[in-house]
């Protein structure tokens, strides 16, 4: 087992150094130079100051990310590895006799010793934000976020664990498939009460302020048949200097949101086309395909954890502390398993999502036949949240649910000749 720790903690360093190295001396984060002097060169819309701050904040934020990706993994393999998580099962076992409580218990302090570990981690990410100028909240406002999160996703996710488990326990051979059932209506209700119950939670929401602009959205969403009677604004300015507006909800909770953000730094025409492109997913049914793609490989992903979890444990169960899948020592060990698997996926979905984000853009100029707020939209956006116009390759197929930038506004120029 040392041995394991050691080579792990080798590779996660020779790993980090990979990605440093990637982004900080191998890619070339210039246009092509046939594009140089045209829209999507950011040296006609940034002075130089934003030119340096974008390039540097960008490599560092995908450091991070990269960087963060595995950290995970890598504490739930120590925690397995050293015994704590068997360590865990045996304190919740001694303080109650119930199995609801036991498997509470249990997540509690598995979650707790990560969020303390990674803590500082994010704080790094938030720091750094704060110096760019991206964030503007407060350390204080940031520390309720955090907090707000521990809580609510110990919630939600202790009731799946409690689930899981308890199929793990009563259907070992099929409870992937029980499970997957299970979180179809599940995930329909949290995407339901989403905008209405936790939403809230962490920023104000009310219909757009701007009667006027309102008027011009709304008569955009009737042009396009889709039932709208607001738009809704969000207080993100308290927190963040970026720009952004979003779908979000099913059903009669759907709501098209902007961020007040958005409001204040671009004009009218720029946000309609926002708009326009928003109620492009609306009136695709975008929402509802990537529930089906979730869905899907969801399913896919169940059915290869239970297969890989079985194999891991009957080869390696003794030096991982874990006798049986039934036990609640196990579930790190479908932590890293589902964190493997959907960082694997991403790349799929991402390109799935950036199908669908280029199709609601084309929808968006249908609809407001105004090009230039389309280039002016993307340039803005670029420019207030520091955001790359050509990433490199790999950041694009792992980070990217959206065309680049640069991508963006050159099939809109397309549209236009």
Do not use: C
Not at 217 to 240: G, R
Not at 346 to 367: C, F, G, H, T, W
């Amino acid at each position: 087992m040392r041995k394991w720790l050691t080579t792990s903690v080798l590779l996660y360093f020779l790993y980090g150094l990979f990605i440093y190295w990637y982004l900080f001396y191998l890619t070339d984060h210039t246009i092509p130079s046939v594009y140089e002097g045209t829209a999507v060169d950011p040296k006609t819309f940034m002075n130089d100051r934003e030119l340096i701050l974008t390039e540097d904040y960008s490599r560092i934020k995908n450091l991070l990310f990269f960087i963060g990706v595995p950290l995970e993994w890598f504490i739930f393999f120590i925690v397995l590895s050293i015994g704590l998580s068997k360590k865990f099962q045996q304190w919740a076992e001694a303080a109650s006799k119930f199995s609801i409580v036991q498997t509470a218990l249990y997540f509690f302090w598995l979650s707790l010793l990560v969020t303390v570990i990674t803590v500082p981690f994010e704080w790094i990410g938030y720091k750094i934000s704060v110096d760019y100028g991206i964030t503007t909240q407060s350390f204080s406002s940031w520390i309720r976020d955090e907090v707000t999160d521990f809580f609510v996703n110990y919630i939600l996710m202790s009731l799946i664990v409690i689930v899981l488990y308890w199929l793990i326990r009563k259907f070992e051979k099929r409870w992937w498939l029980y499970a997957w059932l299970l979180s179809i209506p599940f995930s329909l209700f949290l995407m339901f009460i989403q905008p209405v119950v936790i939403d809230p939670l962490y920023n104000d929401f009310y219909p757009l302020q701007d009667k006027e602009l309102e008027e011009k959205i709304l008569d955009i969403a009737d042009e396009a048949n889709i039932p709208a009677e607001h738009v809704y604004e969000v207080n993100m300015s308290e927190k963040t200097n970026a720009l952004n507006a979003y779908v979000t909800g099913i059903g009669s909770n759907s709501r098209i949101v902007l961020w007040d953000t958005t409001l204040t730094k671009l004009d009218d025409d720029e946000i309609l086309f926002i708009m326009a492109h928003e109620m492009g997913h609306y009136v695709m049914k975008h929402i509802y395909f990537g529930i089906a793609g979730y869905l899907l490989l969801s399913l896919i992903g169940l059915f290869i954890i239970s297969r890989l979890m079985k194999w891991i444990i009957d080869r390696w169960g003794k030096e991982l502390k874990i006798t049986n899948i039934r036990d609640l020592s196990s579930l790190p060990l479908f932590f890293i398993l589902l964190g493997m698997l959907s960082f694997a996926a991403s790349p799929l979905s991402n390109m799935v999502s950036r199908y669908q984000e280029k199709k609601a853009d084309l929808y968006a100029i249908e609809m407001t036949e105004n090009n230039e707020a389309a280039v002016k939209t993307f340039q803005n956006l670029s420019k207030h949240s520091l955001s790359e116009v050509n990433p490199p390759w790999l950041v694009k197929f792992f980070r990217y649910g959206h065309p680049t930038l640069m991508e963006r506004i050159l099939y809109i120029q397309d549209e236009d000749e």
